[in-house]
């Protein structure tokens, strides 16, 4: 995690856009793979945390099947970071303080959507939004109950770096069952 939190840090510095993005795959339990883009908003220790709706694609997939992967790519930097693991949701806690901290247009925009369902015109998301946001001029929408965040604890990181005419450099670090990690270097 100090290499992670490291290159981290050099992203921020280098990255022009969303050093916290990050490549979330999920499966099906038919395991048809699906990836989409999300947001880091707390890593740690104890994993890698971001936020979704329950109710979208991803969190029916999560909730059928908790194996995850995640990518994280700085081209700035040219360095790529592959984490393997399992979700487990955040507190009740944790998901109303950074639903909080949020713009308040996010707070709105977000309890007005049923991510990842048919939606018959732009224009019926846009009055929900409205509709909203004249319930709650200040934007202080409570957090949907089916919006909440989810932690990967890894169980597999692996560090990649670009070299010259593709002698890359790759680390692979593995849980080793008594709270520590195992190192291996890969070929490229």
Excluded: C
């Amino acid at each position: 995690m100090a290499i992670f939190e490291d290159w981290f840090a050099q992203a921020r510095q280098s990255e022009p856009n969303d050093p916290n993005a990050m490549a979330l795959a999920t499966a099906t339990p038919q395991a048809v793979p699906s990836v989409r883009m999300v947001l880091l908003k707390g890593h740690g220790p104890d994993g890698f945390v971001f936020y979704t709706n329950f109710e979208s694609r991803k969190g029916g997939e999560l909730a059928a099947n908790p194996h995850v992967a995640l990518l994280f790519h700085w081209k700035s930097l040219r360095r790529q970071v592959r984490v393997e693991g399992v979700i487990e949701q955040v507190t009740p806690a944790e998901a109303d303080a950074y639903f909080a901290s949020r713009h308040p247009q996010s707070r709105l925009g977000s309890a007005a959507s049923d991510q990842s369902r048919p939606l018959p015109s732009r224009q019926v998301y846009l009055d929900r939004v409205e509709a909203l946001t004249a319930q709650y001029p200040d934007g202080n929408v409570p957090r949907p109950a089916h919006w909440s965040g989810y932690r990967v604890r890894p169980v597999a990181i692996e560090f990649w770096q670009d070299r010259d005419y593709r002698l890359h450099e790759r680390r692979r670090f593995v849980v080793d069952g008594q709270g520590g990690w195992t190192s291996t270097l890969l070929y490229p």
